[in-house]
């Protein structure tokens, strides 16, 4: 079942004002070879304020602004080129399972990646990096390209809010989509539960090979790792439509388990190994002690 509700809430949208979408890699195009500056200086052009947080650069503050309303205010900068953030959204119907029998969030694992998605789109737009909202399923679906600037996320808002999950996995074809649609090279956000019967690990070395930094977020509902059913069970794949009669008791869940795990860790070896990040939840996570906890730790944003 969807969840109708807003997508990211108020309060939290205000915290999120305090992360940066991190960078590892020196790319083409890059200031830096990190985030787009948002401070003063020649030949930048002003788009937009934000809330001044402890550790900001008080030469960047909008000292008139706060002479009228005793507030702190942080002028926002543009600089151009920008290397883009490319988030990838998994809509395929196999995200459509973990709702009915999930944990704390009760959302699906297709929700749970439209709240991660929508997070991460505002944190880059805030720090003005521009923004490439993707989503996929066995191909590449129509996407929503946006500039930096906290007053473009309500497009966000509607363009996740109007997905519509369906279709099987085909890591290999979207890759190859990606690669002849995205040329220039780039930061690669992938949301998704991975689940894929031709496998993900050479699809997504192959985006790192042709220079993308990649970001691996690994969703899934707490019945994809640790199956909580006993005896025998005619389970029905939710992409493929393929039936499995299975016999579960303890010592065949803590086999799935372990295989789940190694197949996680897979995933990260590939992630790591390139430079990139891998962070791997569960729906039954809160999407704010997502984004601060295990996200923060492993460097997708600070």
Not at 92 to 104: F, I, L, P, Q, V
């Amino acid at each position: 079942m969807a969840d109708n509700g807003p997508l990211i809430d108020t309060p939290l949208l205000e915290k999120l004002e305090r992360l940066a979408v991190q960078w590892q890699k020196s790319l083409p195009g890059a200031v830096g070879g990190h985030n787009t500056s948002r401070f003063a200086g020649g030949g930048q052009e002003f788009l937009d304020h934000r809330q001044f947080h402890h550790g900001d650069d008080l030469r960047a503050v909008n000292w008139r602004a706060y002479l009228r309303l005793e507030k702190m205010f942080l002028k926002m900068f543009q600089l151009e080129p920008r290397i883009p953030v490319r988030v990838l959204v998994d809509i395929s119907r196999s995200m459509t399972t973990g709702g009915t029998t999930g944990g704390a969030t009760g959302a699906s694992k297709f929700d749970y990646a439209r709240k991660l998605a929508a997070a991460l789109c505002y944190v880059a737009l805030v720090r003005l990096d521009s923004i490439y909202l993707q989503p996929f399923a066995e191909k590449l679906g129509d996407p929503l390209r946006l500039g930096g600037g906290r007053q473009r996320f309500q497009p966000v808002a509607n363009f996740l809010q109007a997905l519509k999950p369906g279709g099987a996995t085909h890591f290999i074809d979207m890759t190859r989509d990606f690669i002849a649609r995205y040329p220039q090279r780039g930061l690669v956000i992938a949301i998704s539960d991975f689940l894929d019967e031709a496998g993900c690990e050479k699809p997504l070395q192959y985006l790192a090979d042709f220079g993308h930094e990649i970001i691996l977020i690994h969703v899934w509902a707490d019945e994809d790792r640790e199956p909580p059913w006993d005896g025998e069970l005619d389970l029905e794949d939710a992409e493929s439509g393929t039936r499995v009669q299975l016999a579960f008791d303890e010592t065949a869940r803590a086999t799935y388990t372990a295989a789940f795990d190694e197949y996680a860790l897979s995933l990260r070896n590939v992630a790591l190994r390139n430079g990139g990040r891998y962070v791997g939840l569960s729906t039954s996570i809160p999407i704010e002690d997502a984004i601060f906890g295990p996200m923060v730790r492993a460097g997708a944003v600070q």
